[in-house]
């Protein structure tokens, strides 16, 4: 019976015979993740200029679906994800997505789509980021003459799974709250 109980035990953490197989791959270990995705998003927010402010932020680990035979995967995905607190008028959009696109070596994929009652406007620009690290700088626009929301994050491909919590704290810190509040910071140069 011990045994038995031993065997579901590891089975169910990670070390029955298909997640085994995950232990042998290359994945990134969790240190590996955060120092590339640190690195990412402050090379990104450094290249902004003038500078940005930021609500904080957080981790979000997508751990991959379980193997065929119910175990549990030792892989997943990690995303580092920053709100921009700055208020951005409209106008600054192309401004933003070009420098970014500039300073990632032009290596970057744009899509725009437009979804809800609201009508809001979603630009997001994709960028080979650092160290086979995926940058992605998002724009929420909801009219024409309101600011925009956003969105700076990072991802990381294959890495050993951990829960997010073993990540601790972004480069920019914590972000205090569970949703990100509207831009709230006026700049001379962002906001008009």
């Known amino acids: 019976m011990v045994v038995l109980a031993t065997g579901v035990g590891l089975f169910h953490n ?3 015979p298909m997640a085994l197989m995950d232990r042998g791959a ?4 969790p240190s ?3 120092a590339r995705l640190d690195g990412t998003m402050r090379a990104a927010m450094a290249a902004i200029t003038p500078p940005l402010s930021y609500f904080g932020g957080f981790y979000v680990v997508d ?35 070009d420098g970014m696109a500039r300073f990632w070596g032009g290596d970057c ?19 080979s980021g650092r160290g086979d690290t995926l940058f992605t700088i998002s724009v929420a626009t909801v009219t024409a003459d309101s600011a925009v929301t956003v969105t700076l ?7 050993h799974y951990q829960p997010e919590k073993d990540y ?6 914590e972000r205090q ?11 001379p140069y962002w906001s008009h």
């Open 32 to 34: 590996e993740a955060k």
């Open 153 to 159: 994050s990072a991802d990381v491909f294959g890495v």
């Open 109 to 127: 994929r744009r899509s725009d789509t437009t979804t809800g009652s609201q009508a809001t406007h979603y630009t997001q620009l994709h960028c």
């Open 177 to 187: 709250t569970g949703q990100a509040p509207a831009p709230d910071l006026d700049d």
């Open 63 to 97: 751990r991959r679906q379980e193997h065929a035979d119910g175990e549990p995967s030792l892989r997943s995905d990690v995303r580092e994800v920053a709100s921009v607190r700055t208020k951005v008028a409209p106008s600054k959009v192309p401004v933003l997505l």
């Open 14 to 16: 990670g070390y029955g």
């Open 26 to 29: 290359d994945l990134l270990s």
């Open 168 to 173: 601790g704290a972004p480069p920019i810190g």
